[in-house]
């Protein structure tokens, strides 16, 4: 059935995820404007307030639906491949929403679907009910979504850090050891602690030996209108709005930035 086949909603995210690539090889960015346009389209009309999306596997004009109880929704195998189209989105446009997107993604319908050891994906996540497993395939002891579901882990680590000449950039928050080449190839390293977004404040250390001159891009989340950005313990002066904050100076080892972002609780 032709008109299926254009509401199937993961066949058709990787098409434009291929889409993308193509026009990177080629050079056509109507391609690209072709993907943005059907992603935000995506964005106003499916996505759910946990970053989920489809019924059935099928479009079914989810954001106005999400009260509303329907089956087999939020298939794993669409959350995964929604958020690589949003990973290769962010990475040829480098707009943030789509760092917003991805990350909504990952730490609700996504997390949500995965069981708390990471032994297994939901194959369907509703929001409300039962999230349920699904059907083996090919006489194998597993499914789709059981294959697919770690590649969600791939498209936030991807592009959780990333560098080009002497601007490195940092998209997503979560504890842990990082580094990206600058400028001549040195290297920057990083140290991060955090709970978010269970908690508000990010502790991001600079852990080079060498001293280095360049930019640092810090990704501030849609929802935080109000963020504080402290360096080595002194707050910057000025608002800082959503989006990219950038800081560009000689970092020396050991220098510390500390964001506390603003999370209201919202109707």
Not at 50 to 59: I, K, P, Q, S, T
Not at 225 to 242: F, I, R, S, Y
Request: charged share 25%; hydrophobic share 35%.
């Amino acid at each position: 059935d032709p008109d299926r086949q254009l509401l199937k909603a993961y066949e058709m995210m990787s098409c434009y995820q291929g889409l993308v690539d193509y026009a990177e090889s080629t050079g056509k960015r109507e391609f690209i404007d072709a993907a943005v346009q059907t992603a935000e389209k995506i964005v106003e009309g499916e996505i759910n307030l946990a970053g989920g999306a489809a019924a059935g596997e099928l479009w079914f004009h989810g954001a106005d639906q999400q009260y509303r109880h329907r089956s087999w929704q939020q298939e794993t195998c669409v959350l995964t491949t929604w958020m690589r189209l949003c990973e290769k989105l962010l990475s040829v446009t480098d707009n943030p929403k789509w760092a917003d997107q991805l990350e909504r993604t990952f730490y609700n319908a996504y997390l949500g679907a995965m069981r708390p050891n990471g032994s297994k994906f939901a194959s369907y996540s509703p929001l409300m009910g039962d999230r349920s497993s699904g059907h083996h395939h090919c006489r194998m002891h597993t499914d789709c979504c059981n294959s697919n579901g770690p590649r969600g882990y791939l498209a936030i680590l991807e592009s959780f850090l990333s560098a080009k000449d002497d601007v490195v950039t940092l998209n997503f928050y979560m504890s842990g050891n990082a580094k990206a080449s600058v400028g001549d190839g040195a290297v920057a390293k990083f140290q991060l602690y955090t709970l978010y977004p269970k908690s508000d404040t990010v502790e991001l250390w600079y852990r080079s030996h060498e001293q280095r001159t360049f930019s640092l891009r810090l990704r501030i989340p849609s929802f935080s209108e109000n963020t504080v950005v402290k360096v080595n313990g002194v707050p910057l002066d000025g608002a800082v709005k959503c989006g990219y904050f950038t800081l560009r100076r000689e970092w020396h080892e050991a220098d510390k930035i500390e964001l506390t972002f603003c999370m209201p609780v919202k109707m």
